[in-house]
């Protein structure tokens, strides 16, 4: 059996004390495996099978603080992908796709978008990442993801958003990186970004944020 991955968070303010009691809180969870913090930090990991961004807005409602994620995956490699939506003039933040090797086969992929018309999308990777000549470089729908067609099918609600997470069987990062991967609707990319390497968990303190790319708290003080 798989493990949940492991993600790592840091909070606008987290005492000693209320460390302790998140912790104990946190692992009456099934789901959770495995809680530690450093309150000095203001840093919480945190192994579970809850989908990132659920995960990440349990904590946020728990703390009633300003949380982040800074870190994914602990051994093995970790990826995210921006998106937008490089159509118009201005290129607008559409969401974010993160993606966690838990072991030497299995892809745990987890996103979150906005903004997007209802119905049914298509998640999409493309043999390559270069974004210029309005997407005409991307190349072809790349063979790496085991799924028909490379397609993956995804919902969107009636806020127009759409929050995803499902595993993928048989497939290493390490060869998704520098490709690119758009969420499509009928054949039309409507979003999408770069597969660049993620912070593992422990390794990002240059205070960037793993849930939109910016720097952790600038978005809050502006």
């Known amino acids: 059996m798989v493990e949940g991955p492991l993600f790592e968070f840091e909070f606008k303010q987290l005492s000693e004390e209320f460390s302790k009691h998140l912790k104990e809180k946190l692992l ?3 789901q959770i495996e495995w809680v530690s913090y450093d309150a000095a930090n203001r840093r919480l990991c945190v192994k579970s099978s809850i989908p990132i961004h659920e995960l ?4 946020i409602q728990l703390s009633k603080s300003q949380v982040v994620i800074v870190g994914m995956g602990e051994k093995y490699d970790a990826a995210i992908v921006q998106l937008f939506d490089y159509q118009k003039e201005y290129i607008e933040p559409k969401g974010v796709i993160k993606i966690v090797q838990l072991d ?3 892809c745990l992929v987890d ?3 906005s903004g997007l018309e209802k119905d049914d999308h298509e998640m999409v990777l493309f043999e390559n990442g270069d974004l210029s000549d309005k997407l005409n470089n991307l190349g072809n729908k790349c063979s790496l993801l085991p799924t028909k067609n490379d397609i993956l099918k995804i919902s969107v609600d ?5 929050e995803f997470s499902f595993a993928i069987n048989s497939l290493k990062i390490e060869n ?4 690119s991967i758009f969420i499509c609707k009928n054949n039309e990319k409507i979003c999408g970004g770069i597969v660049a390497r993620s912070s593992k968990v422990f390794d990002n303190f240059k205070k960037i944020c793993l849930c939109n790319g910016s720097n952790i708290w600038s978005e809050k003080q502006a």
Do not use: D, M, Q, Y
């Not at 990440?56 to 904590?59: A, D, G, I, Q, S």
């Not at 998704?176 to 490709?179: A, E, I, P, Q, S």
């Open 28 to 30: 009456e969870i099934r």
């Open 56 to 59: 990440h807005t349990l904590l």
């Open 104 to 106: 030497e086969s299995n």
């Open 111 to 113: 996103g979150v978008v």
């Open 158 to 162: 009636a806020n127009n958003r759409s």
């Open 176 to 179: 998704l990186f520098g490709r």
